[in-house]
């Protein structure tokens, strides 16, 4: 199968981080491709730029659609998400989405931590458009301003594991989601430190697009869904 990795943010450090990431826990037979977005932020930091990036994702989803049998859009927010489903006749992932749904057969309970304490609103939404907010615990981040997209898991790991404890301690979780497309890979560096499941929303994604490849292939589906010109 030959899936599309999408990071609708346009640097490119962090979709090398994604790709590595998720190319460590895919299957043989995935052929798994990575493309930035050419126009919009460097970072999607709240929903005003998310709207901006999802147009974009519409347009690279109407482009290379016939190329792929499933698209992973690899930002947290899941950008576009809920359009392009109505849109494309493709199995489409959302990095969030497929976290959250991940953390709930692991656990009772999920957390999410994050790196700015600007996507609490933002998250705490995308909790509830799934329907989870039984399973939801809460959002911890660490404080400050981070300076560098590139150095998060490097300088901040300490208060990325302390929130990440908090949430266990005084929220209840028994499930960790590091949210956010930089933090992908970060879980191997704290496996160790924290002893409950962890999420990596890049393996999520990955794994939840190769299924959805796999289901597809036994589902008849009839659809007027009408495509956007590249």
Known sequence: MKILLLNPNTTNSITDTLFKTASLVKSKETELIPITADKGFPYISNKAEAQIAGVRVLEIIAKHEKDFDAIIIAAFGDPGLIAARETFQIP?????????????????????????????????????????????????????????????????????????????????????????????????????????????????AIKQAELACVMKKNINKTSNKKKIAP
Not at 120 to 126: L, V
Not at 166 to 178: H, K, L, N, Q, Y
């Open 92 to 204: 489409i992932v959302g990095l969030g989405e497929a976290s959250m749904l991940s953390a709930c057969l692991f656990g009772k309970k999920f957390s999410i931590i994050s790196f700015t304490q600007n996507m609490r609103s933002w998250y705490q939404e995308s909790v509830e458009l799934l329907g989870l907010e039984k399973r939801y615990s809460g959002f911890r981040a660490i404080e400050g301003v981070v300076l560098s997209i590139d150095e998060i898991q490097s300088l901040h790991k300490k208060q990325l594991v302390k929130s990440a404890k908090d949430s266990i301690e005084i929220d209840g979780a028994d499930v960790v989601i590091f949210a956010g497309a930089p933090l992908s890979g970060f879980k191997k560096q704290v496996e160790n430190e924290i002893n409950i499941p962890i999420i990596d929303c890049a393996e999520a």
